[in-house]
């Protein structure tokens, strides 16, 4: 197993932290390929006490609680120096060592401080045109961050190494910047000086984690190591195959790991999509299950469906089965894991989506024009639910067969094994011996 993918096949926040963190054992490095600091990844664990502890992992690869695993940030992640330096000193602060375990890419591209004020000077003035017209983004910078990667402007680690450099390429950029901040949104100039010299200190932070990460996996990949690689995001807020332009800046789909880590498609054999067991997408773009009643807020309440970045309540909705059948295809699954199982009990009956009702017609078609996606009406299959708490359940025969039945379905629509079913956020509550059930 050289290289696995972990894939959010949805709008994000599917628990991939968690799936991540629980294979992280299996394998010896773990690599983040996109996306930033708009992720946020938890894990969540049992403590000495009997109770829970929990971390929220923006930048950092969810392998890193685990002292034998060393994590790579990639050549696709765009990097806030300020947020991974003060998410190293946090788990530090836990007593877990960092050092010589985690490794940066020299071509990451830096988040830079105008990223972030022109990305709220276009949200804002999105959102003054329309309520639907901003995207509801993270903040974070991460699409003019991008904007500034495609268009070779961009700010790389490697350019923290030479101050000069540094200062020159800055000096350049902010003047565009600058322009833009002051001409067009009326907000305040950044200053040179000031940028260059918090960066200049995060390059003395952060020089001994940089290195030639694509050099790194595949040489280890030569010498049989097993990498994990971790998506951030959902499918379904890809650049491409998401409903465009309510979506992120980079590629959370199977190809951005290749182009995101610099690891050939050949080595990669498991691609493990990880599909919550209803849906919940945050910021604005059309969302065909979202439940807009009592039974959606009942879904966020008990799910605790609030954004792990932003504190954003989350839209939530029944699983749509046309949208993961689409996310299965362009990924290719070969496996899938379910999460929050334990979260539909006591719902009965469920609803999962099978069909989009659009212009008099049926189809299983997924539509990811945004015009398109927010017209289409979804069609129901109702599945029994079941009253019993199974958060505790380790073995999927001592699941109600509702509960299994509702995973074969799920199986059987999309053709798709699942491997794991997640009862619960802490490490222990995994059900592992699905297969032979579920076809029982
Ligand atoms: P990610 O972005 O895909 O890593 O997911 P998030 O961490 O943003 O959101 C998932 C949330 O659900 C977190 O609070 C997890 O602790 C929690 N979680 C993960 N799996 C389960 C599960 O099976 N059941 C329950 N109840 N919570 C879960
Ligand atoms: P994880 O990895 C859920 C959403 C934002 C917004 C859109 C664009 O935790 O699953 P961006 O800041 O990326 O330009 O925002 O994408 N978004 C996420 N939604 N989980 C995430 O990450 C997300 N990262 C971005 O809410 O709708
Ligand atoms: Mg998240």
């Not at 959102?127 to 639907?132: K, P």
């Not at 994990?228 to 195959?241: C, I, N, R, V």
């Not at 899938?336 to 199982?341: I, S």
């Not at 069909?355 to 289409?376: C, I, K």
Request: aromatic letters at 6%; a negative charge; glycine letters at 10%.
């Amino acid at each position: 197993m050289p290289v696995s993918i972990v894939i959010g096949s949805q709008w994000g926040d599917e628990g991939k932290g968690k799936i991540v963190d629980l294979l992280s054992p299996q394998v010896d490095i773990v690599a983040r390929y996109q996306g930033g600091a708009n992720a946020g990844h938890t894990i969540v664990w049992e403590n000495q006490e009997g109770g829970d502890d929990e971390f929220v992992l923006h930048l950092v690869p969810s392998g890193i609680f685990h002292e034998r695993v060393t994590c790579v940030i990639g050549n696709g992640v765009v990097l806030d120096p300020k947020a991974v330096l003060d998410e190293i000193e946090k788990i530090k602060s836990l007593g877990i060592d960092v050092e010589g375990r985690l490794k940066i890419s020299h071509n990451a591209h830096l988040i830079m401080p105008y990223h972030k004020a022109i990305e709220a000077a276009q949200e804002e003035e999105r959102a003054a045109a329309s309520d639907d017209d901003a995207i509801g983004t993270t903040g974070r910078g991460i699409g003019p961050a991008y904007t500034d990667k495609s268009a070779r402007t961009g700010i790389r680690v490697v350019d923290l190494l030479e101050e000069e450099v540094l200062r020159q390429k800055l000096r350049r950029s902010l003047e565009e910047k600058n322009a833009i901040l002051r001409d067009i949104y009326d907000v305040e100039a950044l200053d040179v000086d000031r940028i260059v010299d918090e960066y200049v200190e995060f390059d003395q932070r952060i020089d001994d984690y940089v290195t030639d990460t694509s050099k790194y996996l595949c040489n280890s990949l030569d010498q049989d190591a097993r990498v994990l690689a971790e998506g951030a995001q959902g499918s379904l807020l890809d650049l491409d195959f998401g409903s465009y332009p309510y979506v992120t800046s980079s590629h959370p789909t199977a190809g951005g790991c290749c182009t995101g880590l610099g690891v050939p498609p050949t080595e990669i054999d498991r691609v493990l999509g990880i599909a919550k067991a209803y849906c919940t997408r945050v910021g604005n773009g059309p969302f065909p299950t979202e439940l807009e009643t009592e039974a959606g807020e009942r879904l966020r309440q008990k799910g605790g469906e609030f954004g792990a970045t932003t504190g954003r309540p989350r839209r939530c909705g029944w699983l749509d089965l046309v949208a993961l059948r689409y996310t299965s295809m362009v990924n290719g699954f070969n496996e899938l894991a379910v999460t929050k199982l334990d979260i539909l009990s006591g719902m009965d009956p469920l609803k999962v989506c099978t069909q989009y009702r659009y212009d008099g017609t049926t189809t299983r078609r997924f539509p990811s024009e945004a015009q398109t996606l927010n017209r289409v009406e979804p069609i129901y299959k109702t599945l029994p639910g079941w009253e019993q708490d199974i958060s505790d359940v380790q073995h999927i025969q001592d699941l109600p067969s509702e509960a299994r039945d509702y995973l074969a379905f799920i199986e059987e629509y999309l053709d798709v094994d699942i491997g794991l079913v997640s009862n619960g956020p802490r490490r222990s509550q995994i059900i592992t011996d699905v297969q032979h059930a579920t076809a029982a």
